[in-house]
Each structure stands twice: as structure tokens, then as C-alpha cells.
């Protein structure tokens, strides 16, 4: 017999299967709580967008752009491309509903699927998901310290551990130009040593030379120069502040000149989260500031700060480091029937219990009374409530609690007071 081929996910995608849910209910719970002390609103943008916007929101010269995007023309000849982050989205709704008429600062947050056309590995997928924040309005140190701090927060709320803080300063458009000329002059000489794509960098944005994710191009700009070395004196000021915010705030950080994020409208600070025990992909979270991408995008000059992190590194970090998840959800009580009799009781019992807010559930396959309680069992039912011919007669109910396996018989009416609290 030929069975037919079963279809499998497609490369770099994962199913998250009951069990794993609830873990990510959880962390998606702690990231809306923080958000919510932090003064950060939600904002859901649509998962597939005009191609153009992340071209000119992203940047043509970024691999994302290059090669990673997954796009494709709808049946109306538009040329669409699924999200591969979620900034230029967000800058996009911005404009186009004018909150920039809004009091500013806006602070908003998004958690959701991004795609990405990239060679996948543990920690590094096709469909994953972040959650990131955008600050618009603002041009402070201060909220670029406390952005910071958000992001911390939301680890550290998690549990995770042996966290690493890289910061660095980007400078402005006008320090860039200095930089620009002498990072060209330290690279010329060992133009043909770098990877193809950084020969092809060294024209439009050597910038980005700097931060390779190939090894051999890594070793060849240690001694680069760094923009630490040519910053202007108000982005000077402006990088000190952010430091002394994060001195304030009790955050320790690494300043990591070859940290950069390449892009035109990239300025002043960037930073990078990294993480102990995950492998190769360690990078848990990132992100900076923009003032040029609202201008980008078609928009007034509004200066933005932002970051996202990766929620399937997170939890590759939280279980490398064994911070404990809750347990999966289970079940407060099932009702195990003796006989048919018996169902339309245990169908009162049930409807009352969850009208109540109690997780419950019964059989629906005609086991055995035996098999029902091996099942409840399975299900990590807190109680099981049995109803035979006795009870039936009698206005009670067997209660049986799974973890003691101490049994009482209770009145009907009692059932939920006995079991207690969800
Ligand atoms: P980026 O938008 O590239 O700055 O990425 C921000 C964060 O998203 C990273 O620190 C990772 O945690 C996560 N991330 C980026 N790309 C992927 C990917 N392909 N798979 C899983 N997580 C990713």
C-alpha cells in the first residue's frame, strides 16, 4: 500500500503546541505588564505591508532588504512583503492616522510574527516572533536610558540571568561624514580580504563593514576607527547622558564600539542584549535610536528611539538558564460518570463549575469508569467528581483529590465551595 507523502512545515516555521502555549501566555503576560508601568500602548499593525515601506524603512542596503524579505505580488499586481520587523509598521500607522498630533511623546508597543528569509538554526527561524517598542516625539538621553531599562526589566521579570549590556553611540549624519572618510582609509588597503557583500558595503555604507556576521571580516576591523573617536561635541553630550541615565538607573553596561546598526537614519545610541548559554544566535534583544527614519518614511522630523527581542530566544534563554516556567494548565475537576444516567448531572455540574470560572471537563468517548479516572489522571485534573448510581440517588457527589487520593462525599450543591480557589 502507498501511503500518501505528509505534509511537513515549511523550513525555519515552528508549531507551538499546547504545553509550550501556555509558556509563551506567560511571557507574553510579564512583557504586557511591564509595558503597562512603563506607560507603552499597543499597537497592532497588519502582518503584510506595501513593499516600499520596508524598502525606504529598512533600508535597500540591509541584508533584510537584500535578501531576507519574503515578497510577493497579490492578485492585484502589488508587490506585497510579509513584515520582517515591526519599526517601519509602526512609523507607517504613525503618519498615516497623524499621532504625531498627539501629545509626545507616544510610546507603543507591538508583539507579534515577523519573517525572514534567513538560513535557520537553533535560535534563528523564518516565522519568529518579537515584541518591541517605539518611543516617537523624544529626542532625550534620558528616555534612551529608561528604553534601555524597559528592556532589562522585562528580562530580568522573566528571571534571566548573565545578561550582557553592549551600548554604543552612532553619532549624527554630521559626525558620520569625518567617520565615514577615515573608516574608508583603514579599510581600502584590505578592500579584497573582506567578504563580497562588505566590498560591496564599502561604497554605499562602510558603516556596516564593522558589524559582519562573517568572522574573517570581524578580525579585519579591530583597529578600525571607531565613531566613539569622532563624535561631535552634542553628540558627545548626548551619549554621556545616556550613560550617566544608565548609572542612575543601576545598569551596567559595555561599550562596544564595533556595536552598530547600519543604517542612515540610525543615530546616537544603539544597544544589543545579549544572552549566556544559547548558542551561536545570543542576541536576545536590540535596538536604537532613529531620528531620521519619520523623514524616511515620508514624515516631519521626528526623532524615535526603539528595540525588539526575540521571543523564541527568550525562551531559549530562559530554559538554558533554568528559571523555572509555570506549570501548563491543568484541569480543576473532572467528572467521571458511572452510567448514562448520569450525564445529564454531570453536564448541571459542569456548566455551573465553568459558568464559575473552574476549568472542567468530562469524558465524551464511553470509557470505562476506571479508564475515566486513569484519563482524568492524564489531564492533571486537581479533582475528580464521580457520579454513580449512590450519588445520583442520594443528591451527592464523590469528590477525590488527585494529589492526596483522599475521597469525600459532598452535597451537589457544595461541590465548588469544597474544591476552593482556581
Ligand atoms: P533585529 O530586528 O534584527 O534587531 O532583531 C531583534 C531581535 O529579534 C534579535 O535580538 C533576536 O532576538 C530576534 N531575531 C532577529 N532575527 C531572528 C530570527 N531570524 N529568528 C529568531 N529571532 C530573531
Not at 511571557?27 to 503597562?36: A, D, K, L, P, S
Not at 501629545?103 to 516565522?127: A, C, D, H, N, W
Amino acid at each position: 500500500m502507498r501511503l500518501n507523502k505528509t505534509i511537513t512545515k515549511p523550513r525555519g516555521t515552528n508549531d507551538i503546541l499546547p504545553g509550550e502555549t501556555e509558556q509563551w501566555q506567560y511571557i507574553e503576560e510579564i512583557i504586557r505588564t511591564v509595558c503597562r508601568v512603563y506607560g507603552y500602548r499597543e499597537i497592532r499593525t497588519p502582518v503584510f505591508e506595501h513593499t516600499e515601506l520596508f524598502q525606504r524603512g529598512v533600508g535597500e542596503t540591509t541584508d533584510i532588504v537584500g535578501k531576507e524579505m519574503y515578497t510577493f505580488k497579490d492578485r492585484g499586481d502589488r508587490s506585497i512583503t510579509l513584515r520582517p520587523e515591526g519599526t517601519a509598521a509602526v512609523v507607517r500607522a504613525y503618519l498615516e492616522h497623524k499621532i504625531y498630533a498627539a501629545p509626545q511623546p507616544v510610546k507603543l508597543y507591538y508583539i507579534g510574527p515577523m519573517f525572514r528569509y534567513e538560513r535557520s538554526e537553533t535560535g534563528r527561524y523564518r516565522q519568529f516572533h518579537q515584541f518591541g517598542v517605539e518611543v516617537l516625539g523624544v529626542h532625550s538621553p534620558s528616555i534612551d536610558a529608561e528604553v534601555i531599562a524597559m528592556a532589562i526589566a522585562v528580562y530580568q521579570r522573566l528571571g534571566l540571568k548573565e545578561l550582557a549590556l553592549h551600548i554604543n553611540s552612532l553619532g549624527c549624519p554630521q559626525c558620520r561624514v569625518e567617520l565615514r572618510r577615515k573608516l574608508q582609509d583603514f579599510l581600502r588597503p584590505h578592500l579584497k580580504e573582506f567578504c563580497p557583500e562588505c566590498q560591496g558595503r564599502f561604497e554605499r555604507n562602510p558603516l556596516r563593514m564593522i558589524d559582519c556576521k562573517n568572522k574573517e571580516c570581524n578580525n579585519l576591523v579591530i583597529e578600525a576607527p571607531s565613531i566613539l573617536d569622532y563624535l561631535c561635541a552634542e553628540c558627545q553630550v548626548f551619549f554621556a547622558g545616556v550613560k550617566s541615565g544608565l548609572d542612575l538607573l543601576g545598569i551596567s553596561y559595555i561599550i562596544d564600539k564595533n556595536l552598530v546598526r547600519g543604517l542612515d537614519y540610525y543615530t546616537h545610541t544603539a544597544f544589543e542584549i545579549m544572552a549566556k548559554g544559547i548558542g551561536a544566535q545570543s542576541s536576545i534583544g536590540g535596538g536604537g535610536r532613529y531620528n531620521g527614519l519619520v523623514e524616511t518614511c515620508g514624515g516631519p522630523p521626528i526623532p524615535g528611539i526603539g528595540y525588539a527581542l526575540g521571543l523564541e530566544r527568550v525562551l531559549l534563554a530562559i530554559k538554558a538558564q533554568k528559571v523555572p516556567l509555570p506549570p501548563a494548565g491543568c484541569l480543576d475537576l473532572f467528572v467521571v460518570t458511572a452510567s448514562t444516567d448520569a450525564e445529564q448531572v454531570a453536564f448541571e455540574i459542569l456548566a455551573q463549575a465553568r459558568s464559575q470560572g473552574y476549568a472542567a471537563d468530562k469524558d465524551y468517548t464511553g470509557r470505562s469508569l476506571k479508564a475515566q479516572m486513569k484519563y482524568a489522571g492524564k489531564l492533571n485534573a486537581r479533582y475528580t467528581v464521580i457520579i454513580g448510581e449512590n450519588e445520583l440517588n442520594n443528591n451527592t457527589l464523590a469528590v477525590k483529590n488527585m494529589l492526596t487520593g483522599e475521597q469525600v462525599a459532598i452535597d451537589r450543591e457544595k461541590l465548588t465551595e469544597f474544591i476552593g480557589g482556581k
